[in-house]
């Protein structure tokens, strides 16, 4: 059975027993959560989570907790070239990542940071994965680094950049999420050549370190560097070569989640998910936009 899911809430009261609903109204066996809001570092205390009603229901709906992910607030910038700010994303993260242990999440999605024109930012950057790494070496957890659009100065715009970080990290701790809209964004033409663009990350960085893919369409045409998802088969990448990762033999242990935008302010998951395992576009999700 593929591992398909998308991004859920965890808010109000229901938290993650919201999410795990959620997900399961839309069919999905995995998902991906923020444990906050994405844009803001502010945590609900523990018991807000509702830790075991949320294990209760995984295990009545027969999920993995290991193919759920959590996704770190995208302000959090383990590059920054000023010592105070990223030494507060060490923090943050190490923070992070400790709660996540204790909720019972593995994977961490992290996007790797942004260099704000410093050169040095890449280096600072691995000082500080390694410094996460070291102040939660005894929990269950992996990061996850998101292949980057290259928009503006994100790091991880290529595949060697990220190879430069994992390089010497412990294979169980660090590996990378794949996002299809951002690989496509910033040049690697999976439309036209699927099998070189893995090919070249089996080469530079090893397929066996991906361990997320995030499904998204574009809505910018090759190399972009826009940064903007479209739903599934309405954008330039197009349904036949999103379904390629879905169905690659070599993904099928890993969760792939739609991070599509809402239309017409509602989720499009159940819908989308739907036509990915009939392996059918459905030409009605959305008007002509
Ligand atoms: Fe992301
Ligand atoms: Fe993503
Ligand atoms: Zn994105």
């Known amino acids: 059975m593929i591992k398909i899911g998308s991004h859920v809430s965890n808010k109000g009261d229901e938290m993650l027993v919201g999410s795990v609903l959620e997900a399961v109204s839309y069919d999905a066996n995995c998902f991906m959560v923020y444990l906050g809001a994405p844009q803001n570092s502010y945590r609900k205390d523990f018991e807000s989570f509702r830790k075991d009603e949320f294990q ?18 995208y302000i959090i910038n ?20 400790l709660l996540m242990e204790d909720l019972g999440f593995t994977k961490m999605v992290v996007h790797p940071g942004n ?11 691995k000082e500080s994965l390694i410094k ?23 790091i991880g715009r290529n595949f060697e950049e990220l190879a430069f970080l994992l390089e010497g990290l412990p294979k169980e701790r660090v ?20 099998e070189g663009v893995l090919e070249k990350f089996d080469e530079v960085i090893g397929l066996e ?11 910018n045409p090759l190399g972009s560097q826009k940064d903007r998802h479209e739903n599934i088969g309405y954008g330039y990448i197009g349904f036949e070569t999103l379904l390629k990762f879905v169905y690659d033999p070599r993904f099928k242990d890993i969760p792939k989640v739609l991070e599509t935008p809402y239309i017409d302010g509602k989720a499009p ?9 009939m392996k059918k576009f459905n030409p009605k999700l959305k008007g002509e936009s």
């Open 56 to 73: 209760h229901l995984l295990k009545e709906h027969k999920i993995n907790i290991d193919d759920l992910i959590v996704h770190a607030p």
């Open 175 to 194: 590996n990378v999420c794949f996002d299809t809209c951002h690989t496509f964004d910033s040049g690697y033409d999976t439309v036209n050549d699927y």
């Open 78 to 97: 383990m590059a920054n070239p000023d010592l105070e700010k990223r030494e507060f994303a060490i923090d943050f993260l190490t923070r992070e990542l």
């Open 115 to 125: 260099s704000l024109g410093d050169k040095n930012a890449i280096n600072y950057l």
């Open 269 to 277: 998951y159940k819908e989308e998910i739907e036509m990915i395992k």
């Open 209 to 219: 370190r991906i361990k997320a893919i995030h499904l998204n369409d574009s809505k």
């Open 132 to 154: 996460i790494l070291d102040n939660t070496k005894n929990t269950n957890t992996m990061i996850l680094l998101e292949t980057m659009a290259g928009k503006g100065t994100e």
